[in-house]
């Protein structure tokens, strides 16, 4: 396979600028990444990068920005269909959109065709892995995995582990909801560019017995993932300790049962108690903000301050977030650390979609930057894809001023090109 030399301004990590401060990511006006066989094989100035590969086939994207791909560290892509549905907060919202949707995924082909979709649309705005949950059902664990297998792409998902406060037909059991998962951990883990996650949804929806069964089935497997939900809302945190009268708040629902560790992922955690945010960092564990979702179901406004103690992925939360675009993620996260006092730099907010999100899948050493040796998940950005973009963008005087108002205001308009592993796939 012939290298492949994409050029254009490029942005490259050497340290999280959170704790380092905006100049740990480097901006290079005319830079490039030379791609081979699928993984970055050098990057550096446009100029050097010509001279010393004079073989390889080149694509010039002018005054673009190339970037890493966007990680979604948190999504529910069953819920593609009913994105945007009014007027509900979390509890009856999954019952009345959520649930009656995802009873549909029985239906092999319905499955597949909202797979595709989903990947259609994630792909459009710049995004290449997904940590997804499924449903309840082992179909949609094979159409997600088979479509992001068609595709390249590096993604992850688990079976949605249910087995009560759901329809009957949402339920599994505790044994049946060990048994199917380990058979899709078999069958799909590691393969291709796959992952599978252990997922129960949350706490009120799984007896401990299933919760248990889980359990046990990630120490089993301690290099996969386990993702679930934690203190998205204040009734939600009532209905837990009604459901756990003896646990000590809502994390001890998880590490009573044996789903609180350094490979556990845990979305919104917006009502966290200290005792929780104590033992989150003590174990490694990572959390999910959902900035989107937050804001639209009104469940409150996350503390980005915990990701000085740990790490802290970004993620759209589809369904119950209103966009499947990082972009517009990384914009309302934004707003929500305004309303707490504190701007976000435009460095941080790129960083955290992209690595600071593979950072918390446990997968940085593969994705998330562009480096030498890491997987060519690359997205380029038209940092004036509209006329109300553009005409801000020509006042910058800084590559920050220049790409925060596409940050604020893009959308897959935005998105010029979008490479998995080395390939082009839109644009």
């Known amino acids: 396979m012939q290298d492949r030399l994409i050029l254009g301004q490029c942005l490259f990590y050497d340290a999280d ?140 998902t688990g079976k949605t582990c249910m087995d009560r406060n759901a329809p009957d037909g949402l339920c599994d059991t505790a044994q049946s909801a060990y048994d199917d998962s380990k058979a899709l951990l078999e069958r799909w883990h590691g393969k291709d560019r796959l992952s599978y996650v252990v997922t129960p949804r949350f706490s009120p929806t799984s007896t401990p017995e299933q919760l248990d069964a889980l359990g046990a089935l990630w120490s089993e497997h301690p290099d996969c993932l386990m993702q679930t939900h934690l203190s998205e809302q204040l009734d939600e945190i009532a209905w837990v300790k009604s459901l756990y009268p003896n646990a000590r708040d809502y994390l001890d629902t998880y590490e009573a049962h044996g789903l609180l560790g350094a490979n556990g992922l845990y979305g919104h955690a917006i009502h966290l108690e200290p005792r929780e945010i104590d033992r989150l960092a003590e174990v490694g564990a990572a959390l999910v903000h959902c900035p989107t979702s937050n804001t639209f179901i009104g469940s409150g406004l996350f503390d980005m301050g915990l990701a000085d103690r740990m790490r802290v992925g970004l993620a759209t939360d589809t369904g119950g977030g209103s966009s499947f675009s990082m972009l517009r993620t990384m914009a309302a996260a934004y707003e929500i650390a305004q309303l707490r006092g504190v701007a976000l730099h435009p460095a941080e907010l790129i960083w955290r979609a992209t690595a600071g999100s593979a950072q918390a899948l446990r997968l940085d050493d593969k994705i998330g930057r562009l480096d030498k040796g890491m997987e060519a998940d690359i997205c380029v950005l038209d940092l004036a894809s509209t006329p109300a973009i553009a005409q801000r963008a020509t006042r910058a005087d800084t590559i920050w001023e220049a790409l925060f108002p596409t940050i604020m205001m893009g959308d897959d308009r935005a998105v010029a090109q979008v490479y998995v592993a080395g390939t082009p796939v839109s644009g």
């Open 17 to 156: 600028p959170r704790t380092q401060g905006p100049d740990a990511v480097r901006h290079t006006s005319r830079g490039g990444v030379l791609i081979r066989g699928g993984v970055v094989a050098a990057t550096g100035e446009a100029g050097d990068l010509r001279r010393a590969h004079p073989q390889a086939t080149v694509t010039d994207h002018g005054a673009h920005l190339i970037v890493p791909g966007f990680v979604d560290a948190h999504a529910h892509y069953p819920q593609t269909a009913i994105i945007a549905s009014w007027g509900k907060r979390l509890i009856d919202w999954l019952n009345t959109y959520t649930f009656p949707e995802e009873m549909r995924f029985n239906d092999a082909s319905y499955t597949a065709e909202i797979a595709a979709r989903y990947f259609d649309l994630t792909l459009a705005g710049g995004t290449t892995t997904v940590a997804s949950f499924s449903t309840i059902h082992p179909e949609s664990v094979d159409a997600y995995f088979t479509e992001a297998a068609r595709r390249g792409l590096r993604a992850l």
